[in-house]
């Protein structure tokens, strides 16, 4: 039996239905109703994390700071917004530590000030995964068992989530993965 000449795939037809499939989902989330939101707006301007001074020890040819990820939310509840930041010392090789601050407005030198420290440099984790829902904070936390794991591969890993509350943030650890290795 032979095939009809339309019936025959062709790549032409492959490209034109995910041109169409892009274009549906393009569309959707275009068209979303008036009440969804992708993620809540920080009243006010945050904080920017680059212009910050962070309390790294980058060694003695201070190697600068890079900021990894952030994100911004109204915590105390004053307008302002507050910005979360995950910073680490800038590094050629390796994975140095991570830390996370959250910054509130300019100080007297005009930079944004450190309002809280969450995680310190000197944990020796890194830190993925930064979100802000409402006035919680959540990461994943990576860390070594020992210093015969290599650097690259962290063997620890944990979720947590900081909640503001009576005026400051509350640590509440998620489970550890794993079992009973913790971070």
Not at 81 to 103: D, I, K, M, N, Y
Request: charged share 20%; glycine share 10%.
């Amino acid at each position: 039996m032979t095939e009809l000449p339309h019936t025959r795939t062709r790549a032409v037809h492959w490209l034109a239905t995910a041109a169409a499939l892009a274009a549906v989902l393009g569309g959707t989330t275009l068209l979303q109703p008036a009440t969804a939101t992708t993620a809540p707006e920080a009243p006010g301007r945050a904080p920017d994390p680059a212009q910050a001074r962070y309390p790294l020890d980058c060694g003695p040819a201070g190697a600068g700071i890079d900021v990894l990820d952030k994100a911004a939310a109204d915590f105390d509840g004053d307008s302002a917004a507050e910005t979360v930041a995950v910073v680490r010392c800038r590094a050629h090789g390796g994975t140095p530590p991570s830390a996370v601050f959250v910054l509130s407005g300019p100080a007297e030198d005009r930079r944004p000030r450190i309002a809280a420290t969450l995680v310190e440099q000197r944990e020796g984790m890194s830190v993925r995964d930064l979100a802000v829902r409402g006035t919680t904070i959540s990461a994943t936390l990576l860390g070594y068992s020992s210093a015969d794991v290599p650097r690259c591969c962290p063997d620890k890993r944990r979720t947590v989530k900081w909640e503001w509350r009576e005026g400051k943030f509350a640590l509440r650890p998620g489970p550890v993965a794993g079992g009973g290795v913790s971070v």
